[in-house]
C-alpha cells in the first residue's frame, strides 16, 4: 500500500481524507511526468486505489501490529505454497533474487490471501497499472526534480513539513540507508577507537559481575530462581559502538 497504513485508506476523518486525495493528485502527477495522458493516468490511478483499498481492508491495525505473536508465522517453503497457491512463488523469489531458505515469517496471511483473489479476479491492464504505480512512486525521490517536488507536496499533506531537505541531506540519508554499515565503518575508524569500546565493553562485564554477586547474595530468591536469574544475565547480548563483525558489500 503506497499510503502505508490502513488507516489512510477506510478513515473519513477530515485530515485523512486530505491525505488520500493529495495521494490520488500525486498518483496522477507522476504518472503524467512519466508520459501518460491525462484520461489514462487517472484510469491507472482508480486501478491502484481500488487495489490497495481492497488490501487495507484485511491489513492489521495498529494494535494488531503491535502484537508480535499475531505477526509471527513460521513456515517452510513448501508451507507457504500449500497455504498460498494462488501465488506463484518461485519465481517470485527467483526474480527478486533471495537467496534460499528453510523459513519465512508470514507476519500477515490475510492480506497474502487477499493478494490471491485479487491476481485471480482483477482485469490484466489493472494489475499492470497497479505495478506501474508502484514503480514510479517508488523512484520518484530519485528522479528529476519535478518528480522530487511531486512526492514531497505528499509529505507535506501527510507530515507538515513546509520544507524538502536540501539535496546533499538526502544524498547522504541513501548512502546511509543503502551503505550504512559501510559508513558507519569510515566514522568509527575515525572516531571511535577500539580503546574506547574496550573500556565500555570492561564497565558492562563489572556491572554483570556485581549484579551475579547481587543474585547470590539474596535472601528473597530460591536457589531455583537464582540460577535462572544467572541463566539470563550471561545471555545478556553487549552491543557497544560497532559490531565484532561488519557487514561484507561485496559481491
Same mark, same amino acid.
Given at each position: 500500500?503506497?499510503?502505508?497504513?490502513?488507516?489512510?485508506?477506510?478513515?473519513?476523518?477530515?485530515?485523512?481524507?486530505?491525505?488520500?486525495?493529495?495521494?490520488?493528485?500525486?498518483?496522477?502527477?507522476v504518472l503524467k511526468l512519466a508520459g501518460f495522458d491525462e484520461a489514462t493516468a487517472q484510469k491507472k490511478m482508480e486501478a491502484t486505489m481500488a487495489i490497495e483499498t481492497r488490501l487495507a481492508r484485511v491489513a492489521y491495525d495498529q494494535v494488531k501490529l503491535r502484537d508480535i505473536s499475531a505477526n509471527y508465522h513460521k513456515m517452510t517453503y513448501s508451507q507457504l505454497c500449500d497455504e498460498f497457491p494462488g501465488i506463484d512463488?518461485?519465481?517470485?523469489?527467483?526474480l527478486s533474487g533471495y537467496?534460499?531458505?528453510?523459513?519465512i515469517d508470514v507476519s500477515q496471511p490475510e492480506p497474502i490471501h487477499e493478494?490471491?483473489? /485479487?491476481?485471480?479476479?482483477?482485469?490484466? %491492464?489493472?494489475? #499492470?497499472?497497479?505495478m506501474e504505480v508502484r514503480v514510479v512512486t517508488s523512484a520518484s525521490g530519485l528522479l528529476?526534480?519535478?518528480f522530487r517536488a511531486a512526492q514531497f507536496r505528499l509529505s507535506s499533506t501527510m507530515t507538515g513539513l513546509q520544507q524538502d531537505k536540501p539535496r546533499w541531506k538526502r544524498?547522504?540519508?541513501?548512502?546511509?540507508?543503502?551503505?550504512?554499515?559501510?559508513?558507519?565503518?569510515?566514522?568509527?575508524?575515525?572516531?571511535?577507537?577500539?580503546?574506547s569500546k574496550e573500556r565500555m565493553v570492561d564497565l558492562v562485564h563489572r556491572l554483570q559481575d556485581a549484579l551475579a554477586q547481587r543474585i547470590d547474595e539474596s535472601t528473597w530468591m530460591s536457589q531455583e530462581t537464582k540460577e535462572?536469574?544467572?541463566?539470563?544475565?550471561?545471555?545478556? /547480548?553487549?552491543?557497544?559502538?560497532?559490531? %565484532?563483525?561488519? #557487514?561484507n558489500y561485496d559481491g
Amino acid at each position: 500500500m503506497g499510503l502505508g497504513t490502513r488507516d489512510y485508506y477506510l478513515n473519513d476523518d477530515a485530515q485523512t481524507k486530505r491525505v488520500r486525495d493529495a495521494y490520488r493528485a500525486y498518483i496522477v502527477e507522476v504518472l503524467k511526468l512519466a508520459g501518460f495522458d491525462e484520461a489514462t493516468a487517472q484510469k491507472k490511478m482508480e486501478a491502484t486505489m481500488a487495489i490497495e483499498t481492497r488490501l487495507a481492508r484485511v491489513a492489521y491495525d495498529q494494535v494488531k501490529l503491535r502484537d508480535i505473536s499475531a505477526n509471527y508465522h513460521k513456515m517452510t517453503y513448501s508451507q507457504l505454497c500449500d497455504e498460498f497457491p494462488g501465488i506463484d512463488w518461485g519465481n517470485a523469489f527467483l526474480l527478486s533474487g533471495y537467496p534460499h531458505f528453510d523459513y519465512i515469517d508470514v507476519s500477515q496471511p490475510e492480506p497474502i490471501h487477499e493478494v490471491e483473489k /485479487i491476481l485471480a479476479d482483477t482485469p490484466l %491492464d489493472d494489475l #499492470k497499472s497497479y505495478m506501474e504505480v508502484r514503480v514510479v512512486t517508488s523512484a520518484s525521490g530519485l528522479l528529476s526534480d519535478d518528480f522530487r517536488a511531486a512526492q514531497f507536496r505528499l509529505s507535506s499533506t501527510m507530515t507538515g513539513l513546509q520544507q524538502d531537505k536540501p539535496r546533499w541531506k538526502r544524498a547522504v540519508g541513501l548512502v546511509n540507508g543503502c551503505m550504512g554499515m559501510a559508513l558507519g565503518k569510515m566514522y568509527v575508524e575515525k572516531y571511535f577507537p577500539e580503546s574506547s569500546k574496550e573500556r565500555m565493553v570492561d564497565l558492562v562485564h563489572r556491572l554483570q559481575d556485581a549484579l551475579a554477586q547481587r543474585i547470590d547474595e539474596s535472601t528473597w530468591m530460591s536457589q531455583e530462581t537464582k540460577e535462572k536469574a544467572k541463566d539470563k544475565l550471561r545471555s545478556f /547480548i553487549i552491543k557497544i559502538g560497532y559490531p %565484532d563483525k561488519w #557487514k561484507n558489500y561485496d559481491g
